[in-house]
């Protein structure tokens, strides 16, 4: 299991915890899908907290599996697509928080979130190019806005949680080790209000958002997928599971 769960008082504590990096499986994507949607059903829930164990965030995707078997990204794509729309959807309100690397799928999982929270370790990155993929810049671009996420996904260059304050992209930089305890605050503070009253709110604060990330979101998929099939994604996969650089023929 990719994850484990516990309720509490009222909050939902949601921790992603697959060593080595937090690289989730396509199986991985649905099971998180599912239990967020099953956490925003239970009346015994009023706050969502997600985050993780281990040395990061998230990662994104399992590379290796998709080295194995090309066919599954339709399978992974599907699964991203349902967990990112499934944390937008929730009907309680969700905080991440975010402690070291936060990379593709993580940006994904942390920009559908209602609030965000990081570390001061905390770093933010779109590396797909790299990996002959491409897919959470419509979660970046909600998060650091426009200019900041072409930057990101086009050179691959993370930013850090600094920056990622500055633009707003997170509501509170804390030291990695009172990280849990903040979110966890933010959330009681939540949680002692109505909860009818905070879950109108949450589907209110969506209906009023300009930006849709489930339907950008969808949308940047179909080019991910066109992405996939091609020689140079292959080179790119090729490169990075041989921990080389990448050649793309003439410049």
Not at 70 to 92: H, M, T
Not at 124 to 130: K, V, W, Y
Not at 209 to 214: A, D, G, M, Q, R
Request: proline share 4%; charged share 25%; net charge negative.
């Amino acid at each position: 299991m990719a994850f484990s769960t516990k309720i509490e008082g009222g909050i939902a504590e949601l921790v992603m915890d697959k060593p080595p990096v937090n690289a989730f499986a396509a199986a991985d994507w649905f099971a998180l899908a599912e239990q967020v949607a099953a956490l925003g059903r239970s009346e015994a829930v009023r706050v969502l907290v997600i985050r993780a164990e281990g040395r990061g965030f998230q990662c994104g995707v399992d590379v290796k599996e998709l080295a194995a078997d090309g066919s599954l990204i339709a399978a992974v794509n599907r699964g991203c697509y349902e967990l990112f729309a499934n944390l937008y959807d929730c009907p309680v309100p969700v905080i991440a928080a975010v402690h070291g690397y936060c990379l593709g799928g993580g940006i994904g999982i942390a920009g559908s979130c209602d609030l965000v929270l990081c570390s001061e370790d905390a770093s933010f990155g779109l590396p797909e190019l790299d990996r002959g993929a491409l897919g959470a810049a419509t979660h970046a671009m909600r998060m650091f806005g426009m200019q900041e996420a072409r930057r990101m996904l086009l050179t691959g260059e993370p930013i850090g949680a600094a920056e990622a304050l500055r633009l707003g992209g997170v509501l509170r930089v804390a030291p990695r080790s009172e990280l849990r305890a903040a979110a966890l605050e933010l959330a009681q503070k939540i949680a002692a209000k109505s909860p009818r009253a905070v879950r109108l709110a949450k589907w209110s604060l969506n209906g009023i958002e300009l930006l849709n990330p489930k339907q950008s979101y969808r949308f940047e998929q179909g080019f991910t997928f066109e992405l996939y099939t091609t020689p140079d994604s292959q080179e790119a996969r090729d490169a990075f599971a041989e921990k080389r650089e990448a050649d793309f023929g003439e410049k």
